[in-house]
């Protein structure tokens, strides 16, 4: 099931809050979480849910051993291993055997068809909190949690198991067990719910018909055949909308998780600080999937040695952290060479190019950021890197199409204003609107009124549009399926 | 606490307070689009929207529950079915102009068309066109409209497998108020289609039957302005018919209509808000199809005419209810044959043949149902009757939708008509074709057809 559905909207999500507000307390409340986060997984291929089960039961209980291990370090050591070689064993079986497996094949030449693993969703997601518990119990962070049930939860959590933000245990130790429900944080959920429902059903939706249009769908037969006859223009335009589309999809999914959490008395961390708007690929990475690369930089860059260890050993980490990053996006090679792609950007940045770019005007260093950006989507679309390289030359003309058809330019005619309008969303302008006119709104009865009648009607209004285009829509991607 | 101060907490407090009122109205809201989500009596079953029917409740298997399948098609359901659907989706239409989307191409494709092989020196066809002219018919439109009711009134023919006209429409270009269909010519498929006409030549090879093709053009090149329809990226529909037409055997006799509706390209002859023809473009081709047996057409002021409006066809809904079509609707011109007649069909092969309306009233169709009125849609067998005729060939028409307009001109020819849907029918055409005891049988296609891999298979599986 997907936020963005309307049996979710209209069925699951409803039925989950009433739940919520009719039990007597927090104990319900956790059993009635779960109850629903393992019906939601399920909801998508009910045996890896035993999969789910397994690896928290496991780290369940390494973490526990190594905390009553406090005085051998061997065992400490033992079961964190142990925690790995599950955790991570069982990621790399169903999330990259296929593709060990292919290449293989390739190395060894058998022709014999492969094995096809299908991926368990948000596997990823869940390997990642779940480690991550662990080793803080390791590093003596966290005290491990006795409740095999509430290690469940905290894996399981409807809001985040499938698509993130990859919550650390620590930031949600006590509300696991002690939550309290605020007014202003149901609110606040509620808007932020409503706006990120709407990012992606009215703006990430749309941007992704687009990109299916102008530049190929996923999985389409005559793929190769399809780029190579796109327009130079049909191709750049193509891409402008992909990079819009994998923002706004997203950001909207933790903007609902986010504020699901806070329907929930759960406080995630922001996930998204409006990348593009960034300076350079080092703040880019500061603002984009930030729990994700925080959990790079604490788990594998910092314990490698971080750049505490000489220029060549920091390159070194930095390798591995991007390498691993490209990796965990998919299993592909694209994906791999689409984290080295940032490799070499951090690195250039860190050792002379964040230097330059300071004492040049912001817009340049910002320019010089969305290219880069725009042209690392262009790795990360395609599996196929044949595809990849039909669509860069196509971009430069050397597919030997025109610059435009009339096709082209009629269709994208046709979609500039929306175009605009997702470049706006990508924008923090709204937010800091918003906080204008509430603060200004103080001072004025009459704004007053403006902003009470906009809180009241938004979310609502944001709710059945979004619910009214996605009655008849086919079109409702869910992006993370190979993350 | 001075002033200003106790205004700001009192603001504060009252914006605190909308926020708790939008949170309520907000579950409140959501409240009741669930309970009448659950409401199942309230739940579709067909959309007349889209002309389809509506999935149903998936049935629970082991396997499919394991893998997932069972709960997906749960959520499909449940999106699909949901109450007032076809209401809703028309708002969505608006809520994506409101979003700025106004494309005028649905499909968008840039793939490389190619145009058929031109013909080598003496392997032209040429063939006559018929001399025809026919009154105009829409000026008197009030006066059709307010023409009685046909006697025959009868409900459209909905439900599983009958009645909707169903087309996966290729990319469609918006121009002024009409739309067109892009047509790439596909020299496999079409040779494919050919190959099918000429095994059912060889089939009743001997038997007398003799065999006509007849491939429609479609409004892109007839219809849409020289200079316009130049720069698209779309491929010669006259070279394709001639390409086609080259490679049919001796025994099968083409029915060359193109030259004939271009003549006639000023006239209504092709809907500007569906992919079909009008019966007036359907008028032409009886008259051609005439002209090539060496027979008199009976003249169009001859035939009852019949008009229902408005009509927003299959190009309205590809477009996403383009305002440009709605703004001035189709009309669906009906002319009923100045002979006796009777008309019966099956809507599926082990049913008896029933009593239908050739022309059904469709004034109280829904807007985008008009064309129905036509032999009860797309059925896999009908046949019509001259019951005054004593003696008179049989003819068996093997057609897709653009044929349903065509059937009522040949009640003044042929004493029976048998219409075979390909697409529905069940069996082998050319043995029913013997079994009737037919003179004549006639492939009718539009060019559409002929590129498509999966109609192009379905006739070849039936001749």
């Known amino acids: 099931m997907v936020f963005s559905s309307l049996l979710f909207i209209f069925g699951f999500l409803p039925m989950n809050l009433i739940a919520l507000k009719l039990a007597p307390d927090n104990r319900v409340r956790n059993i009635i979480l779960l109850v629903f986060s393992l019906v939601f997984y399920a909801w998508g291929e009910p045996r890896y849910v035993l999969l789910l089960l397994t690896m928290s039961l496991a780290s369940w209980f390494f973490a526990l051993q190594i905390d009553k291990s406090e005085s051998s370090h061997g065992l400490r050591v033992l079961f964190m291993a142990l925690e790995c070689v599950v955790c991570l064993g069982l990621l790399g079986v169903f999330k990259y055997g296929t593709f060990f497996l292919t290449q293989v094949h390739l190395i060894t030449g058998n022709t014999d068809p492969v094995i096809q693993i299908a991926l368990p969703i948000g596997i990823s997601f869940y390997t990642f909190q779940l480690l991550s518990y662990v080793i803080d119990v390791y590093r003596g962070e966290v005290k491990a949690q006795p409740r095999f049930m509430i290690v469940l939860l905290y894996a399981s959590l409807f809001h985040q198991c499938i698509a993130g933000p990859i919550v650390r245990y620590a930031d949600v130790e006590r509300e696991l067990i002690d939550r309290t429900y605020k007014q202003s944080d149901l609110n606040q959920g509620v808007m932020r719910f409503a706006f990120g429902l709407a990012k992606k059903v009215l703006l990430a939706n749309n941007c992704g018909m687009f990109v299916d249009q102008l530049l190929v769908a996923d999985g389409a037969s005559d793929a190769a055949a399809a780029l190579g006859s796109r327009s130079v223009l049909a191709l750049w335009v193509g891409m402008l909308f992909y990079a819009l589309q994998i923002y706004l999809d997203f950001s909207a999914y933790s903007d609902m998780a986010i504020g699901m959490g806070l329907m929930s008395g759960f406080h995630y961390k922001e996930n998204f600080n409006y990348p593009y708007t960034a300076a350079s690929v080092t703040d880019f990475w500061r603002r984009w999937h930030i729990s994700l690369g925080s959990f790079f930089r604490d788990y594998v860059y910092i314990p490698l040695g971080g750049n505490r260890k000489g220029a060549a050993r920091q390159i070194f980490n930095l390798f591995v952290v991007w390498a691993l990053t490209g990796f965990w996006h998919g299993a592909s090679w694209n994906f791999v060479l689409w984290g080295l792609y940032w490799f070499v950007f951090l690195v250039f940045e860190k050792f002379f190019l964040l230097e330059k770019l300071k004492k040049l005007p912001a817009f340049v260093s910002h320019i010089y950021l969305l290219f880069v950006v725009y042209f690392g989507w262009v790795l990360f679309k395609f599996d196929d890197l044949k595809l990849v390289g039909t669509t860069f030359k196509g971009m430069f003309g050397l597919n030997r199409n025109p610059f435009a058809t009339t096709e082209t330019a009629t269709y994208i005619s046709g979609i500039l204003l929306f175009l605009l309008l997702a470049i706006f969303a990508c924008t923090p302008i709204v937010k800091n609107l918003g906080r204008f006119f509430v603060k200004r709104a103080e001072f004025s009865d009459v704004e007053t009124i403006a902003v009470s009648v906009g809180r009241i009607a938004i979310p609502t209004i944001l709710l059945l549009i979004s619910a009214i285009s996605l009655v008849g829509e086919t079109y409702n991607p869910f992006l993370y399926f190979r993350f | ?463």
């Open chain 2, 1 to 463: 606490m001075n002033n200003v101060e106790q205004k700001r907490k009192k603001n504060r407090k009252r914006m605190r307070g909308a926020g708790a009122i939008g949170t309520t109205v907000f579950f409140v809201v959501m409240s009741i689009a669930t309970v009448l989500s659950f409401m199942l009596s309230l739940r579709p079953t067909v959309s007349n929207a889209e002309k389809r029917n509506l999935m149903k409740f998936p049935s629970f298997t082991i396997s499919g529950f394991l893998h997932g399948e069972y709960t997906q098609a749960i959520g499909d359901w449940f999106a699909d079915t949901m109450p007032f659907r076809d209401t809703l989706t028309k708002y969505s239409d608006t809520i994506k102009k409101t979003l700025g989307i106004h494309t005028k191409i649905s499909n968008f494709s840039e793939r490389v068309v190619s145009d058929a092989p031109k013909a080598e020196d003496g392997e032209e066809i040429n063939q006559d066109t018929v001399d025809v002219t026919v009154a105009e018919v829409t000026t008197n439109v009030q006066a059709l409209l307010d023409a009685p009711a046909l006697p025959d009134s009868i409900e459209p023919h909905q439900g599983e497998g009958g009645g909707h006209i169903e087309q996966a429409l290729d990319s469609v270009y918006l121009y002024d108020n009409a739309a067109f269909e892009y047509y790439n010519f596909v020299e496999s498929t079409a040779d494919r289609y050919v190959a099918a006409v000429n095994r059912a030549a060889d089939e009743l090879d001997g038997t007398g039957i003799q065999v006509y093709n007849m491939i429609i053009p479609t409004s892109m090149d007839i219809k849409l302005p020289q200079s316009v329809r130049d720069k698209l990226n779309t491929s010669d529909q006259n070279n394709a018919i001639n390409y086609m037409t080259r490679r049919l055997s001796q025994k099968v006799k083409p029915v060359m209509i193109y030259d004939l509706e271009k003549k006639h390209a000023n006239e209504y002859t092709y809907f500007r808000t569906d992919h079909h023809w009008t019966t007036l473009g359907a008028y032409y081709a009886y008259a051609q199809f005439m002209a090539v047996k060496g027979e008199s057409f009976t003249p169009l002021s001859e035939f009852t005419p019949y008009a229902f409006s408005p009509y927003l066809g299959s190009f309205y809904s590809a477009s996403g209810n383009a305002e440009s079509l709605s703004a001035t609707p189709d009309t669906v011109y009906a002319y009923a044959p100045p002979v006796p007649f009777t008309f019966k069909m099956k809507t599926s092969m082990d049913e008896d043949f029933m009593d239908w309306a050739l022309i059904a009233d469709a004034n109280d169709y829904d807007t985008n149902c008009k064309y129905l009125c036509f032999i009860g849609g797309d059925q896999c067998l009908s046949l019509l009757e001259n019951t005054a005729m004593q003696q008179g060939n049989t003819l068996v028409l093997v057609k897709e939708s653009f044929g349903n307009c065509f059937v009522p001109y040949l009640a003044c020819n042929y004493k029976k008509v048998y219409v075979i849907d390909y697409r529905e029918f069940d069996g082998d055409i050319t043995e029913y074709a013997k079994q009737v005891g037919a003179n004549e049988i006639l492939f009718q296609n539009n060019i559409s057809m002929t590129r498509n891999e999966g109609l192009v298979e379905e006739l070849e599986a039936k001749v």
